[in-house]
């Protein structure tokens, strides 16, 4: 059984390793290509005519395996480009900013993402992206999503089920509310960020493996389970990975998901729950055991998808219990257990598919840990505190996209201004890093240009 186990997924580390390779080593083709793929403008799948953010058509869309279409054949190759300008209210350390840039006011090339994004045979399909990060210098494997689903009837309602591969607890999802694609999905990696995230909110992104299946029934009750492992060291380096300090599964981590949802009329409604279980070796030192992080999340969503009005609501809640004996033991906690909360209320709304503004509100609070959360510079805890709060202010103009759209569906942009602020940082407000630093310093501007095509 083990062997058997080893060679499953030798055999899917080989199908990622070998599309990421396709993907670097093609050329770029114009597209989008889920758009040019089937025949719909990038409004139909996505609120405010680019991504994330899914609509009804775009759930669906990815439910039944990115497999639909209906328009162009060609190769389902994509380009994508992020660059940005950034400023924060106070210089940042001159320590904490990669060579060749100012400890403020930031212009950059943040990414080029090169997509593998379409069907790949009758019943499935894939995404697939490559990203070159331009204030890091280098090429990583990003997001992967393979998937393949069919339709059956159950109880006389349609039934849609799927097997599914990826590399990141919540890609696969089909909702904004979740980590992986949740708002804002673009920023800058200039801004400083709070010491403290659970497991689930890009802990393992990019380290692991999942295989799982999901289900929708009815149009109504959506269900999934999957099993993490993490990446064995020398594939994760090869496919771009730091692999420094992160944790490394022990066995596997499964993870589950189950939502509601109903649309009556021009209103769509979801609620749901979504959550993680891992025993870990803490920065891959297995000498004193491990950790267990154990992470459950709810959310809901609320959306209005009108012919010209289109406004969504989403909240999502993560409680994470921590059993840190292994951290302990090696001295990198004060404390044997722990608990770490995030809560996100956000609101968008857009115009005609073009004009868009949204709000955010977030906050995280927990234990109190000063072996966790140490005093530093910039990113440090002065009263070991992981507690953080603020907003995030967002307007967007998005001038392709739309079926009327110049060169659609080839050409897509998005310019954007950004506006994050903190109320609470690592535990402060005044002097929250121990050398002088308030949180409102960390107030950050970002303006993006970004472009797909």
């Not at 400023?87 to 950059?108: C, E, L, R, W, Y």
């Not at 999503?145 to 890609?171: C, E, K, Q």
């Not at 060169?407 to 002088?436: E, I």
Request: charged share 15%; proline share 5%; aromatic share 14%.
């Amino acid at each position: 059984m083990a062997r058997t186990k080893g060679i499953l997924g030798g055999g899917l580390l080989v199908l990622i390793y070998l599309v990421a390779v396709v993907v670097s080593a093609s050329p770029a083709h114009a597209m989008p290509s889920f758009a040019r793929q089937t025949g719909q403008p990038c409004a139909a799948c996505h609120v405010g005519a680019f991504g994330p953010q899914l609509t009804d058509f775009g759930r669906d869309f990815k439910l039944n395996g990115y497999a639909w279409g209906g328009g162009s054949s060609l190769p389902p190759l994509s380009l994508m480009l992020q660059t940005g300008f950034t400023h924060t209210d106070k210089k940042v350390p001159a320590g904490a900013v990669q060579p060749g840039f100012s400890a403020n006011d930031n212009a950059s090339v943040n990414e080029l993402g090169l997509f593998y994004a379409g069907r790949i045979f009758s019943k499935g399909g894939a995404f697939v992206q490559g990203t070159y990060d331009g204030v890091a210098g280098r090429w990583a494997i990003d997001n992967v999503d393979v998937r393949a689903a069919d339709s059956f009837t159950l109880f006389g309602a349609p039934l849609v089920a799927g097997l599914n591969i990826n590399n990141s607890p919540t890609v696969q999802d089909l909702w904004h509310t979740t980590p992986a694609w949740g708002h804002p999905l673009f920023g800058t990696p200039f801004m400083p960020s709070p010491a403290a995230a659970t497991l689930i909110d890009g802990g393992l992104e990019q380290q692991v493996i999942g295989t799982g299946a999901y289900a929708q029934w009815n149009n109504l009750l959506y269900g999934e389970f999957a099993l993490y492992q993490t990446l064995p060291g020398h594939w994760q380096k090869g496919l771009g990975v730091d692999i420094e300090g992160e944790n490394q599964i022990s066995g596997v981590a499964p993870y589950w998901r189950l939502a509601l949802q109903r649309k009556i009329d021009q209103h769509y409604f979801s609620v749901g729950t979504f959550g993680l279980a891992a025993s870990v070796y803490p920065g891959r030192d297995r000498t004193q055991g491990t950790d267990h992080l154990t992470d459950v999340a709810v959310d809901a969503t609320y959306q209005y998808l009108g012919d010209r009005h289109r406004a969504t609501f989403n909240l999502a809640y993560i409680h994470e219990d921590q059993s840190l004996g292994a951290s302990f033991a090696l001295g990198n906690s004060a404390n044997r257990s722990n608990t770490l909360n995030t809560f996100k209320a956000t609101g968008t709304y857009h115009l005609d598919n073009t004009y868009g503004g949204s709000v955010q509100f977030f906050r995280s609070w927990g234990s109190s840990d000063t072996g966790l959360y140490q005093p530093g510079e910039l990113e440090g805890s002065a009263n070991g505190s992981p507690n953080s709060s603020g907003y995030v202010l967002q307007l967007d103009w998005t001038p392709f996209g739309k079926a009327d759209s110049y060169w659609s569906p080839w050409l897509n942009a998005r310019f954007a201004l950004q506006y994050t602020g903190y109320f609470q940082f690592n535990g402060g407000t005044h002097n929250y890093d121990g050398f002088g630093r308030n949180a409102s310093d960390n107030n950050t501007l970002f303006l993006l240009a970004w472009f797909a095509l």
